[in-house]
């Protein structure tokens, strides 16, 4: 067992999630609003363009899983690849948000390339990041621990992620920079500012990381993957993580729209909502922190979720009684940020406990693996989330263009925000009843490997839900 983590290296780790959450946030917040807006780009291809990109990033993710988990740098399987998706990120995010006048196939042709590029770079920095939380400890507890700190940074990424963008964009643009240039130029601050913190956490974590022979033990992606998938709790994992992710990009997606089309709101209103969503999940995380050492991560899950579903079912019905305002959206959207709070602080624990059960059953550990399929599953979900989001304001008849939207759009831009997420939370939070890892269990999955490293068997008592 290795020793405990110094909190020089917990923050070091930790501090990676706020670059993470402030890349991801910003893109699934504000990609589609830009490229429907000053890039010009139709709602139904603008979806179908991000879901595509997302998907690529999935194959991307099984790739760079599989290299990393196979490695032989000396100095570690995981911060290599970290160091080439820096500067990949940094450029591609800058071409992304900037308008060079392209309209129809060309404008499809450029940003979906670019689209496919980013996704592809982040999912090299988020894959062996993922891996690499697996690694550096081995205890339940600690492992929670790390987690718990890295959410602090993850609300406080999502905030500036969720919040700074527009208002960034708002500013530059009443400085005379116009609103194409606004977005460049907001872009480019934030992904300088993600890599400088993408580097702190290689330099942090150097050392710590696990040197392991690979060269006898080198499989293949498929029969790697396959390890994971066949896990008897991964499946329930999955279901978890899907579920969540699509409503978590529909609702991201579909914030901007609220604002502005349902609710008839100025488009600068976004940065308050999503700073005020964010301020919520960050109070939560403490509070999250304490349900789950004191009740088990799997139960912390299950509460949060299933308030959050209930909390939007019934806005649902309180957006017919009210007239949209600002408090009201607000309110609305503490529903999501509850299972998003618990989400990000609790699934990779959870997903990490699943390290000990396949190296029982394969005697190879795959972090990397474990964390590709966590990313190709949420691409994928992503993917899908984007998809629906946008073919459903197209069938319910939205257009960019028109002054005013049908009745059948805008309860079609509602229900995406409330029904549909509210939906997906509570099959989330049930997969998750159905996870059979808890803490005790967890301690007597070590206490097999232990057994199978020193003597070649171990016992199934209590396991046979697990092994």
């Known amino acids: 067992m290795k020793k405990k983590l110094s909190n020089k ?18 893109l699934v917040s504000y990609l589609a609003y830009f490229l429907t807006g000053p890039a010009g780009v139709a709602a139904g291809p603008a979806g ?26 000396p100095n570690g399987r995981r911060r290599p690849f970290i160091k080439v998706a820096i500067p990949v990120l940094l450029v591609a995010m800058i071409l992304l948000f900037s308008d060079f006048g392209f309209s129809g196939t060309t404008a499809i042709l450029y940003y979906g390339t670019l689209v496919m590029i980013l996704w592809c770079a982040y999912t090299m920095w988020f894959v062996p990041y993922t891996a690499l939380g697996a690694e550096i400890t081995e205890d339940y507890d600690e492992r929670l621990n790390l987690r718990n700190r890295a959410a602090i940074f993850t609300q ?46 290689i330099k942090a974590t150097k050392g710590h990381e696990l040197i392991i022979d690979v060269s006898k033990n080198r499989t293949n992606i498929v029969k790697d993957t396959f390890e994971i998938v066949k896990a008897k709790p991964t499946k329930w994992l999955i279901g978890a993580i899907l579920c969540y ?36 999940a960050l109070v939560l995380v403490p509070l999250i922190g304490t349900v789950a050492n004191k009740m088990d991560k799997r139960k912390a899950y299950v509460i949060f979720f299933v308030a ?124 998750i009843i159905a996870y059979p890892i808890s803490r005790e269990k967890f301690l007597l999955v070590q206490k097999a490997l232990e057994d199978k490293k020193k003597t070649g068997e171990y016992s199934r008592e209590g396991l046979e839900r697990i092994l």
């Open 9 to 26: 290296v917990i923050f070091g780790y930790a501090i990676g999630q706020l670059g993470d959450a402030m890349v991801y946030c910003m």
């Open 48 to 73: 179908t363009m991000s879901s595509v990109g997302l998907f690529v990033s999935a194959g991307a993710a099984l790739v760079v899983g599989y290299l990393s988990d196979n490695c032989k740098n």
């Open 156 to 201: 406080s990424g999502n905030f500036i992620g969720g919040a700074v963008p527009m208002a960034l964009v708002g500013l530059l643009a009443a400085c005379g920079l116009g609103e194409s240039m606004s977005w460049t130029v907001m872009a480019a601050i934030l992904v300088v500012a993600s890599c400088i913190i993408f580097a702190i956490t």
């Open 245 to 280: 992710i699509i409503i978590n990009t529909i609702y991201a997606s579909n914030l901007s729209f609220v604002v502005t089309y349902y609710s008839g709101l100025p488009a600068s209103i976004v940065s308050i909502v999503s700073g005020a969503g964010m301020l919520i």
């Open 308 to 431: 959050a579903a209930v909390w939007l079912f019934v806005f649902r019905f309180i957006f017919d009684l009210f007239e949209p305002s600002i408090p009201l959206i607000i309110l609305l959207g503490a529903g999501v940020m509850i299972a998003m709070a618990a989400y990000w602080q609790l699934i990779a624990a959870l997903s990490y406990d699943l390290v000990e059960v396949v190296e029982i059953n394969c005697g190879r550990r795959l972090e990397g693996a474990l964390a590709s399929l966590q990313t190709v599953l949420q691409q994928v979900a992503g993917s899908i989330g984007m998809l629906i989001w946008g073919w459903v304001l197209a069938f319910g008849g939205f257009d960019a263009t028109a002054a005013a939207q049908t009745d059948s759009a805008l309860d079609s831009i509602l229900s995406l925000s409330t029904i549909v997420p509210g939906i997906g939370i509570l099959l989330s939070a049930v997969f």
